[in-house]
């Protein structure tokens, strides 16, 4: 049975330590992102003091994604084994550690080592944010809760930018250092998140009893292996446009729309600040019209709106189109969020949920690269076409993904797992 700690009681929204789980685990994702934003945004000081190349810088923010999708794969069945909240408090210390190393990086390679590392924790942070939301928050608040806690993605876009400034008047390895107090949310959260490790999913065997582990080709199993396909295929859509723009849009406004140093971080707030509102708008279009209806929307604005960002010529559009666009893709991350917790049952849902969302960062793997690859031979608006493109390739796996799950939620005999 579960604990009183987990026990929601009649007619309350969530159980008493609800409103910590959503501090802690905003505060975890914020530093989880604010670390991938912030090497967007000093990028060019870090090639111009390494003497790196753009196809290099690339590779930096491809080393992120790439360790993130190997901590995936093995901290998301650490989190459903372990608890959720060991998992989170470990990979946001981890955040913290890595970052605080900058100070002693001096070479691409090190640089590029670095990155991997930090990656690590990043890809273990999702899944179990997943998991303890549903844990404490009943039917009806979920999916809002969800885009409340994930708001802090573009917040923490918001916060590097502004964080930014400071290049103009100091060394950029200040900003990654201030990433270093991602460990002060570890340790709040190490004492405020009630410990679930021995909490019993829902139909799984008491330990006690001889009851296994949750297995790796669990979420592969009948028609859950479509489902975490397309869930993966949805993720890489969203990642792949999301970190080519965050990579590479900063750049791109000053090499290719003249801006400098300060304009540029003050077009990426406000950008940022149209993802912050998509992340708590789409959540409530979700719980109205569902999860899956909304991201085919999501997916379907962020292509039409990023098209016309890049090839409409001049720039005195940028400052009104850009939160449109980044509103749009606030919503595909929201919704990636929701529906992929939705998709998996408790004893699954962080190894599944953190699973097809975090291999979908193979997507922020290549994009950044291929962006750069294509920018140095052709122009960088050349290789920014690419991010559109992304986001048409989610509007069709997020069509199918919608059939897949209404089939499995068909068989469960429930519309969503949000009404269980």
Known sequence: MKSDAFRIPEGAPGTKARWAVVLCCAGAYFFDSYDMYILGIVMQDILTELNMTTAQGGLLSSATMLGAVIGSVFLGRFASNYGNKFCLVLCTAWIGVCSLAVVFVQSFAAWFVLRVLVGLGIGGIMGPIHALIWQHWGPGHRTKITGLTFSTFPIAGIAASLMGKLVLV??????FISAGLSIVVAVVAYFMIPDDKHLVPRGQIAASQGAGKVKTNEIFAGNYKWITLFAIFASFANMAACWAMNTWIPSWLMTDRGLD???????????????????LIWGVIGSK?????????????SAIALLAYIVMPGGSYLALLGPVLYFGQGGCGCLNSVLFAEAYPERTRAYGSGTAFNVGRIGSIISPYTVALVGTSFGLTAGLLMAPAFFAFGVVVSVVLNRVLRKQWAIEGRSDLDRE
């Open 170 to 175: 100091t060394n950029f390895r200040v900003i």
């Open 261 to 279: 140093m300060a304009e540029m971080t003050n077009f990426a707030t406000l950008n940022y600040c149209g993802g912050l509102a998509g992340y």
């Open 289 to 301: 019209i569902g999860s899956g209806r909304a991201m085919v929307a999501a997916y379907a604005l």
